[in-house]
């Protein structure tokens, strides 16, 4: 853990988060990181690497210059971007948030579904985009940049907060901003040293298998309508031999399991391996064991032991919860926040059967853990789940 | 008659999946049933060497499978028992020269024939477990009371739920229940928690078994061996009886007890 004055590093295992002070001016933000960076040169090889600029809005020759002094100090390339829908339309309709967008020349393609898989903010490090575009899809825009891909990519997720203070808060505009990145020169980490066996299973690519991986229907239209609500649920059945070819099965689906931001229900313990992805949110009616991912676009709520990775509100919603009967994860994943829980000393109580109701929400950028009560506004305390 | 495919597998290696085979078919063959063990770890065979048969191997299961031999050639009469029956792997080839569907016919034929094939899977989660659970009509996990064989074990339950093998069976093995009463280690209930599934029994951790193996005679023929008594335990329900699940206690006896408490526990295994 480090920390400057403008630029707050929080690191462990694989994820780093930059915070870059949004009150300074850039120039020394600019300095500072460029110091921090030159100060712990070699020490970054691989992993998930967050920039959170704040309510800071960034031109794109500030941008450059970030992605420059990375380039420089670290020897990563930009590979790539990613912005979340609602952001990129406002982005695009506000002409002072036209600045942000970190690329002049948009295309538009009908198909990024594919895309989608290798989302913002997820540890996919098998990203092997090399062109340059822009693609966007019912407002889902992916900006690409030019890009050396080698086996282990590297993420930077860059968040733009709020461009505008005084809109309306549904009017937040906020542009999560992914690159991924290549080490040139393979160094030893440090931080390294404590890997993650969550990171496992997205690692090792093809091969690997994951038989439960959610896979939910085309959907219908999404509305606004409470009406409507109730239709849209999903439900998702255990999974079976029978409707699927067994070469599915075998292979990893690491897409999204759809473009609908519906609610997921999966109805079967998520056991080691598999990976749920879905834009909304997920409720789990059992268990989720370790070496289990559940990546959410809204909450999680665990009708049972939550043991694995859970990141909600993946598509940057600092709001998003986690919610489970019993929470045993020794890592949770709020935005682009990550906590580790606590190193609890002595050996780890054994509860049995009991349940202990737990919510994990964000506050002042920390992963907090406490009780779940009924009402939002009583989530004073807490333990917090640093990252 | 039609008999019963059985796949024992574990994802992690090492944690007895070769031993629990050797071990439930020699129980089955002792209770009476036509059995065949079939070997699928090709490349790494260990089946024959701790059934004490090796050196009877003249064809095995590759060559089965490519028609330059016989079934019947293949199979390899126990020592001991007349209905036990071993096909073991190939050494010199590997997991990929054989399919699930050949190996499922194979096992159909077996079926006619036999009331018992358990197939002994290799470790991992590729080709050679495909091929293993291919044929199977159930499935029993081992696992050991680790937490890296408990992570293994789970994926493994996961995969073969969508391969429509669902309702795995457990068996915990090496317990030692002196850790366990100590609470230096998981006992049934946290991995069953974990787990949820049916668990079959529970192995004590056994220098016997040790022994045994390195004979070449299933452990299941020693009648004092706490780990010979839990295989024949876990035999009777997979053949249908209701044997209640025992904990594993430390052994009696107050000297025992005292060393036990003490931390010096030479023999803190009972049968289960």
Known sequence: ?387 | MKGKTIVITSGKGGVGKTTTTANIGTGLALRGHRVVVLDTDIGLRNLDVVMGLENRIVYDLVDVIEGRCKLSQAMIRDKHLPELYLIPAAQTRDKNCINSEQLTDLCRNLELEFDYIIIDCPAGIEQGFRNAIGPAQEAIIVTTPEVSALRDADRVIGLLEASELHRPKLIINRIRPGMVKRGDMLDKDDIVDLLAVEILGMVPADDRLITATNQGVPVIHDKKAPSGLAFSRITARIDGDDVPLMDLEPKGGLMDRVRYLMGINRSEYTHA
């Open chain 1, 1 to 387: 853990m480090a920390k400057t004055e403008t630029i707050q590093v929080l690191g462990r295992g694989t994820n780093v988060d930059f915070t870059i002070d949004d009150a300074v001016p850039f120039e020394l933000a600019e300095r500072s990181l460029r110091e921090y960076l030159m100060a712990c040169r070699g020490l970054y090889s691989r992993g998930t690497v967050s920039i959170n600029v704040g309510r800071r809005i960034l031109a794109p020759d500030q941008m450059s210059t970030i992605r420059g002094i990375l380039n420089q100090e670290t020897g990563l390339t930009v590979s790539r971007y990613w912005c979340s829908p609602d952001v990129l339309r406002k982005a695009l309709d506000g002409p002072e948030c036209r600045r942000a967008l970190p690329s002049p020349n948009l295309e538009f393609a009908a198909d990024v579904s594919a895309e989608s898989g290798n989302s913002a903010g997820f540890v996919s490090p098998k990203v092997e985009q090399q062109e340059e575009a822009v693609e966007l899809e019912d407002g889902v825009g992916s900006v690409r940049g030019q890009g050396t891909e080698k086996g282990h990519g590297q993420q930077l997720s860059m968040l733009f907060p709020e461009l505008d203070e005084a809109r309306d808060a549904a009017l937040t505009v906020q542009i999560p901003i992914v690159m991924t990145e290549t080490v040139s020169e393979p160094s030893t980490d440090v931080e390294n040293g404590k890997g993650h066996v969550e990171e496992a299973p997205a690692v090792s690519g093809e091969e690997n298998v994951s038989p439960g991986t959610v896979t939910s229907g085309p959907g219908s239209a999404t509305t606004e309508e409470e009406t409507k609500e109730q239709d849209a649920w999903q439900v998702v059945e255990p999974p079976q031999t029978s409707s699927v070819p067994e070469n599915e099965i075998w292979s990893l689906t690491d897409a999204w399991s759809t473009p609908d931001d519906h609610t997921l229900l999966i109805k079967h313990t998520c056991r080691s391996g598999e990976v749920v992805k879905h834009h909304g949110d997920v409720v789990v009616y059992g268990d989720v064991n370790p070496g289990a991912e559940i990546v959410a676009g809204g909450d999680i709520m665990v009708l049972g032991a939550l043991r694995g990775m859970a990141h909600a509100g993946a598509e940057g919603n600092p709001k998003a919860t986690i919610f489970a009967l019993k929470l045993e994860s020794h890592r949770l994943q709020i935005g682009s926040h990550v906590g580790e829980a606590p190193r609890t000393a002595g050996k780890p109580k054994r509860n049995g059967r009991s349940v202990n109701p737990q919510i994990a929400f964000l506050r002042r950028r920390t992963i907090y853990v406490a009780p779940f009560t009924q009402r939002r506004e009583e989530y004073g305390g807490g333990t917090p789940y640093e990252g």
